[in-house]
């Protein structure tokens, strides 16, 4: 911790202080257990599908790490995890939860809300009955395409700072109206 008050979180500690140490790139790192994504390390397979346009902005940018190992008590955790990401933005941890890894925080959060986002519509998809399976997985010619599409059009480090600030004031605003919520 460089700033603020309070003890960071042990096992927190042990897993970004490294992921930091061991990829200088990454400036901000959140984990999470945020249920959509949790269900796609909770089942078999590659997590993600390319499955939906929303799914598309993490093509080519996630990594799974498939060794579950407890709770992160000392620093080889994170060190494991760390060497799991690689260069990948997201990573799968099997049987746990996401990682996210960015260059800013905006960024960073951009990444966890729209993984969520597509998490979520895969499961719906992946729910139907059996009658009715998911569409077919974007060739990756067009994903590929359809990703760098996405990354030009969002030029996605602004338009992650648009959409924290955005969410800040709506906070913001619900706090001054007295509506009180999880944050
Ligand atoms: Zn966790």
Same mark, same amino acid.
């Given at each position: 911790m460089i700033d603020?008050? @309070?003890?960071?979180? &042990?096992?927190?500690?042990?897993? *970004? !202080?490294?992921?930091?140490?061991?990829l200088p790139r990454v400036k901000a790192a959140f984990h999470t257990h945020m249920p959509n994504a949790t269900v796609l390390c909770l089942i078999e397979g590659p997590p993600l599908l390319w499955l939906g346009q929303t799914a598309l902005k993490f093509y080519g940018r996630t990594a799974v790490d498939e060794h579950y190992n407890g709770?992160?008590?000392?620093?080889?955790?994170g060190d494991h995890i760390a060497r799991?990401? @690689?260069d990948a933005d &997201?990573?799968?941890?099997?049987? *746990? !939860?996401?990682?996210v890894a960015a260059a800013s925080i905006a960024e960073a959060w951009d990444n966890l809300y729209f993984l969520e986002r597509a998490a979520e519509v895969q499961l719906r998809a992946m729910s139907r009955d059996e009658q009715q399976s998911p569409a077919q997985p974007v060739l990756h010619e067009i994903a590929q395409r359809s990703y760098e599409q996405i990354q030009i059009r969002a030029a996605d480090a602004e338009s992650a700072q648009c959409n924290l600030k955005s969410v800040k004031s709506?906070?913001?605003?619900?706090?001054?109206?007295?509506?009180?919520?999880?944050?």
């Amino acid at each position: 911790m460089i700033d603020g008050e @309070g003890q960071p979180e &042990v096992t927190a500690f042990f897993i *970004h !202080g490294r992921l930091h140490k061991q990829l200088p790139r990454v400036k901000a790192a959140f984990h999470t257990h945020m249920p959509n994504a949790t269900v796609l390390c909770l089942i078999e397979g590659p997590p993600l599908l390319w499955l939906g346009q929303t799914a598309l902005k993490f093509y080519g940018r996630t990594a799974v790490d498939e060794h579950y190992n407890g709770l992160a008590l000392d620093e080889s955790e994170g060190d494991h995890i760390a060497r799991a990401m @690689g260069d990948a933005d &997201v990573l799968f941890l099997k049987n *746990h !939860g996401v990682m996210v890894a960015a260059a800013s925080i905006a960024e960073a959060w951009d990444n966890l809300y729209f993984l969520e986002r597509a998490a979520e519509v895969q499961l719906r998809a992946m729910s139907r009955d059996e009658q009715q399976s998911p569409a077919q997985p974007v060739l990756h010619e067009i994903a590929q395409r359809s990703y760098e599409q996405i990354q030009i059009r969002a030029a996605d480090a602004e338009s992650a700072q648009c959409n924290l600030k955005s969410v800040k004031s709506g906070m913001r605003q619900l706090r001054e109206r007295g509506i009180a919520f999880d944050a």
